[in-house]
């Protein structure tokens, strides 16, 4: 399996003195906002490290900071079959850490060096895996909010006498955390009936039902959301602890007579409330279609009496909401599409469009916040962070980077 570059980085330059004589590699960040950047995920190609520091282990590492302080990083394993006689990290992808960046901050430098012991395991702050034991639920999460889907055993005929729910729904779901440590594994193993109350860890009180929940996708005609449903096959590529990266495949559905079938990949950082994820349509017979990305119009839990605001800007592809509830708090979602050409709605759905070509992928990022985890607690506050993660998107951070005798 390979795993896509991130664009989010651009790569400046490559290493300027020679492997052989290098014991370390210096990384500088720079970007031209002045605006704070918290949390920005760093990827460099395990090649380039390789070729800095030849041989090194990805245990025997230290990602450092000015300062001299030793940072979370992870390495992924792109080839996990690959067999690496001459130790250059033939199986791996990149290594990952993250920066932020303070208000007025334009540059910052790390340096990347072996070690002579092992390094720590670093918390967990990006999770992702497969849950068989809640009818194929697909579940990931990060320091900031969790989410799940829906997989082929939810949507399989429930046997006679057996109670079994039944869904049939390629929406994304949201569940709104207090903590920021993982939940994923915690909630599943307290149950149903306790993760949709708020036990002092959050709660599930997201409604997806047959709508696009807060970011699923679908083909538009004009009057009509053509959508897959249930995933049929996931691939986990990347695990954290600061970025996972996972894909969904949903197999072909009908778009107004034209067979389209999808694979989602989710990149999954720390420190973000909206995941990026990179939507691949296949079909055939017609140069594009135009893709979908929707919100549920009716996002509350049951009984709540929710006052909902929509705002929408289509300079950056923006379409958010932000929900009052009766008793359980208020929360947004929201997604940006870049790119994005009008908006549209039907009976379940809020839609923002864009026009999508077979095999090329769709980039759009799309998440939620709830008022009592007591970071975003406003509409304008929403507003203000959604807009300012559309400005990042637009300005991408970039890496410098030179090898140290």
């Given amino acids: 399996m390979t795993l896509h570059r991130p664009t989010a980085f651009a790569l400046l330059a490559t290493l300027l003195l020679p492997a052989a004589h290098a014991a370390s590699l210096r990384v ?52 996990p079959l690959a067999k690496d006689p001459q130790n250059v990290g033939a199986a791996y992808g990149e290594l990952i850490f993250q920066h932020s960046f303070k208000a007025g901050e334009k540059s910052a430098t790390y340096t990347v060096e072996t070690i002579d012991g092992v390094a720590p ?10 849950v068989p034991e ?59 009936d306790h993760y949709h109350h708020d036990e002092g860890e959050g ?38 602890p ?5 894909e969904l495949r949903y197999d072909a559905w009908d778009a107004a007579g034209t067979p389209v079938t999808e694979v989602k990949r989710f990149t999954v950082d720390a420190g973000h409330y909206l995941d990026r994820i990179d939507s691949t349509f296949e079909f055939k017979d017609k140069a594009s279609l135009l893709a979908a990305v929707g919100l549920n119009k009716t996002p509350s839990d049951k009984g709540e009496q929710p006052d909902i605001d929509v705002y929408r800007e289509v300079k950056d592809g923006v379409l ?31 839609l923002v469009l864009a026009p999508v070509k077979a095999g090329q992928p769709l980039r759009y ?38 090898a140290q005798p």
Wanted: aromatic share 12%; no cysteine; proline share 5%.
């Fill in 28 to 79: 500088t960040l720079s970007h031209d906002l002045s605006t704070a950047r918290p949390s920005e995920t760093v990827t460099i190609p395990w090649l380039e490290v390789n070729k800095a520091m030849p041989g090194a282990l990805i245990q025997r590492i230290a990602v450092k900071d000015a300062a001299g302080k030793a940072v979370p990083y992870q390495v992924t394993n792109v080839a």
């Fill in 121 to 130: 395991v670093f918390p967990a702050r990006a999770f992702a895996r497969y």
């Fill in 134 to 192: 809640r009818l194929d639920d697909f579940a990931w999460e990060n320091d900031k909010l969790a989410h799940r889907t829906y997989g082929p055993a939810l949507m399989a005929p429930a046997p006679p006498g057996s109670g079994k729910e039944v869904l049939q729904t390629s929406g994304l779901d949201l569940w709104f955390k207090r903590v920021s440590y993982p939940i994923v594994d915690r909630w599943y193993n307290k149950g149903h």
């Fill in 203 to 240: 709660m599930d009180m997201y409604n997806v039902g047959k709508s696009r929940g807060a970011g699923g996708t679908g083909i538009w005609d004009g009057k009509t959301l053509y959508t897959s449903v249930n995933y049929a096959n996931w691939k986990v590529l990347a695990n954290g």
């Fill in 242 to 246: 600061v970025r996972s990266v996972f």
């Fill in 320 to 350: 958010l909401q932000w929900v009052k509830q009766k008793t359980k708090g208020e929360f947004g979602t929201a997604i940006i599409l870049p790119g994005a050409t009008e908006y549209a709605q039907d009976q379940l759905n809020h």
């Fill in 365 to 402: 990022y799309a998440g939620g916040a709830w008022n009592r985890a007591g970071e975003i607690t406003s509409l304008e506050q929403w507003k203000a962070y959604v807009a300012d993660m559309a400005q990042r998107a637009r300005h991408p951070v970039k890496v410098a980077l030179q």
